[in-house]
C-alpha cells in the first residue's frame, strides 16, 4: 500500500551513497522501513535477481514520494519501486516515465490507532476531533478520507493534522493533541501494546494499486533484457515469499534489522491480503487509487493509464495475469 506512499510527493531529496564498482542498483521507497521492499529482501538474498539475469548488489532507500523518483532519475539503473502518486506526479512534470510492473496492491499495513482508554471507538466517532496524518496530500490522508466515505462518515467535521511522520503523529496522541494518528507495519507491531485500532485500512478498503515499478522510456528502449531481468527477479522473489513466510521473515530480520518475531508477524500479515503482486497490472485496482487521489486533490483530471502502462517487459506467464 501502503506504504508505498508513507511520504508527501517531492519530499526533501537525499544524498545518494556510490554503489561499488559493476554493481547494480535499484532504487525503492521505504526501503528497510515498510513492507514494500520485502520482495527485493528475499530475491537478493536467495540469488533470484542473478539467476534471472542481473545481479543486484544494493538499495537506494527514501523517505517516499518525490524522492525516490529523483534517486532513480539520478542512479545508472533508473529503475524504482515507487508510490502510484509519486509515478503519477512524475509524469504530470514532464519526466518521460513509464510504470513497467506493479508493486503492491494492499492497504493492510496500514492503519488508524487511538489511545488505550480513548472513547473513540469507529470512524464516526472522529467527528469534531483531529487525526494526525504524516503529511497533507500524502497516503495517510488519502486513506483516512476513503475510509470515512466508506462509511459513511462526514470529512468535512474531521480536521487533519500533519505531523510530518508517524513517530511525530503517535506523540500528538499521547500528549493529547489529537483523537488518532496514523500508523503502519512494522511499527503498529513493535508499539501494538500502546495502543488500540480504531481501523485497519485492509479490512476495509478493497485491494488498489499502492506502489509501482518505473523506469524512463530512453533506458527501457536502450536496456530491454536487464529491466525484464530485474522485473523477473523481483516477480521470483514475490513467489518465493509467498511459498515459505518464515523464510522471508528471516531474511528481512538482518535486512531491515527487525526483531526476529516483529518480522514473522509482519510478513504473516501481508500473506492473506497478498500485498505483494507479481508484476500484472489490474486496471480496477489502478483506478481505485486515482479516485483516492482525486479525494485529497492530487489528481484532478482523468488518467490515461494507455501512456503509461507498458506490461511487455513483464515475465510472459504475468503479463496475462490480474
Same mark, same amino acid.
Given at each position: 500500500?501502503?506504504?508505498?506512499?508513507?511520504?508527501?510527493?517531492?519530499?526533501?531529496?537525499?544524498?545518494?551513497?556510490?554503489?561499488?564498482?559493476?554493481?547494480?542498483?535499484?532504487?525503492?521507497?521505504?526501503?528497510?522501513? !515498510?513492507?514494500?521492499?520485502?520482495?527485493?529482501? =528475499?530475491?537478493?538474498?536467495?540469488?533470484?535477481?542473478?539467476?534471472?539475469?542481473?545481479?543486484?548488489?544494493?538499495?537506494?532507500?527514501?523517505?517516499?514520494?518525490?524522492?525516490?523518483?529523483?534517486?532513480?532519475?539520478?542512479?545508472?539503473?533508473?529503475?524504482?519501486?515507487?508510490?502510484?502518486?509519486?509515478?503519477?506526479?512524475?509524469?504530470?512534470?514532464?519526466?518521460?516515465?513509464?510504470? =513497467?510492473? $506493479?508493486?503492491?496492491? !494492499?492497504?493492510?499495513?496500514?492503519?488508524?490507532? $487511538?489511545?488505550? *482508554?480513548?472513547?473513540?471507538?469507529?470512524?464516526?466517532?472522529?467527528?469534531?476531533?483531529?487525526?494526525?496524518?504524516?503529511?497533507?496530500?500524502?497516503? !495517510? &490522508?488519502?486513506?483516512?478520507?476513503?475510509?470515512?466515505?466508506?462509511?459513511?462518515?462526514?470529512?468535512?467535521?474531521? &480536521?487533519?493534522?500533519?505531523?510530518?511522520?508517524? =513517530?511525530?503523529?503517535?506523540?500528538?496522541?499521547?500528549?493529547?493533541?489529537?483523537?488518532?494518528?496514523?500508523?503502519?507495519?512494522?511499527?503498529?507491531?513493535?508499539?501494538?501494546?500502546?495502543?488500540? $485500532?480504531?481501523?485497519?485500512?485492509?479490512?476495509?478498503?478493497?485491494?488498489?494499486?499502492?506502489?509501482?515499478?518505473?523506469?524512463?522510456?530512453?533506458?527501457?528502449? !536502450?536496456?530491454?533484457?536487464?529491466?525484464?531481468?530485474?522485473?523477473?527477479?523481483?516477480?521470483?522473489?514475490?513467489?518465493?515469499?509467498?511459498?515459505?513466510?518464515?523464510?522471508?521473515? &528471516?531474511?528481512?530480520?538482518?535486512?531491515?534489522?527487525?526483531?526476529?518475531?516483529?518480522?514473522?508477524?509482519?510478513?504473516?500479515?501481508?500473506?492473506?491480503?497478498?500485498?505483494?503482486?507479481?508484476?500484472?497490472?489490474?486496471?480496477?485496482?489502478? *483506478?481505485? $487509487?486515482? &479516485?483516492?487521489?482525486?479525494?485529497?486533490?492530487?489528481?484532478?483530471?482523468?488518467? *490515461?493509464?494507455?501512456?503509461?502502462?507498458?506490461?511487455?517487459?513483464?515475465?510472459?506467464?504475468?503479463?496475462?495475469?490480474?
Amino acid at each position: 500500500m501502503f506504504r508505498t506512499m508513507l511520504r508527501a510527493v517531492l519530499s526533501a531529496a537525499v544524498l545518494l551513497v556510490a554503489a561499488p564498482a559493476g554493481a547494480v542498483e535499484i532504487s525503492v521507497t521505504q526501503w528497510g522501513t !515498510s513492507l514494500y521492499g520485502a520482495p527485493y529482501a =528475499v530475491a537478493m538474498a536467495e540469488g533470484l535477481f542473478k539467476k534471472a539475469g542481473v545481479d543486484i548488489t544494493s538499495i537506494i532507500g527514501s523517505g517516499g514520494g518525490g524522492t525516490t523518483v529523483r534517486n532513480l532519475l539520478a542512479s545508472e539503473t533508473p529503475y524504482g519501486d515507487v508510490a502510484i502518486a509519486a509515478a503519477l506526479a512524475a509524469q504530470r512534470q514532464g519526466l518521460d516515465v513509464i510504470i =513497467v510492473n $506493479t508493486g503492491t496492491r !494492499s492497504t493492510a499495513e496500514a492503519s488508524l490507532v $487511538t489511545m488505550p *482508554d480513548s472513547p473513540i471507538r469507529s470512524l464516526k466517532d472522529l467527528e469534531g476531533k483531529k487525526v494526525a496524518v504524516t503529511s497533507p496530500k500524502g497516503v !495517510s &490522508e488519502m486513506l483516512l478520507l476513503m475510509a470515512l466515505k466508506q462509511e459513511g462518515v462526514d470529512a468535512t467535521k474531521v &480536521e487533519r493534522v500533519a505531523s510530518g511522520g508517524y =513517530v511525530n503523529g503517535l506523540t500528538m496522541l499521547e500528549q493529547g493533541a489529537v483523537a488518532a494518528a496514523a500508523l503502519i507495519e512494522p511499527l503498529s507491531i513493535i508499539r501494538a501494546e500502546k495502543y488500540r $485500532t480504531v481501523v485497519s485500512y485492509g479490512n476495509l478498503l478493497p485491494p488498489m494499486t499502492t506502489s509501482v515499478g518505473i523506469t524512463t522510456r530512453a533506458y527501457a528502449k !536502450s536496456n530491454p533484457e536487464r529491466l525484464r531481468a530485474i522485473i523477473a527477479g523481483r516477480a521470483a522473489g514475490v513467489e518465493a515469499l509467498y511459498e515459505n513466510p518464515a523464510r522471508a521473515a &528471516e531474511i528481512l530480520t538482518k535486512a531491515f534489522k527487525l526483531d526476529p518475531a516483529v518480522a514473522q508477524v509482519a510478513v504473516a500479515n501481508m500473506i492473506g491480503p497478498r500485498m505483494w503482486s507479481t508484476g500484472a497490472f489490474d486496471r480496477t485496482e489502478l *483506478d481505485r $487509487t486515482v &479516485e483516492g487521489l482525486r479525494l485529497i486533490g492530487e489528481i484532478t483530471g482523468p488518467v *490515461d493509464w494507455s501512456k503509461l502502462l507498458d506490461p511487455s517487459f513483464l515475465p510472459p506467464a504475468v503479463q496475462g495475469a490480474k
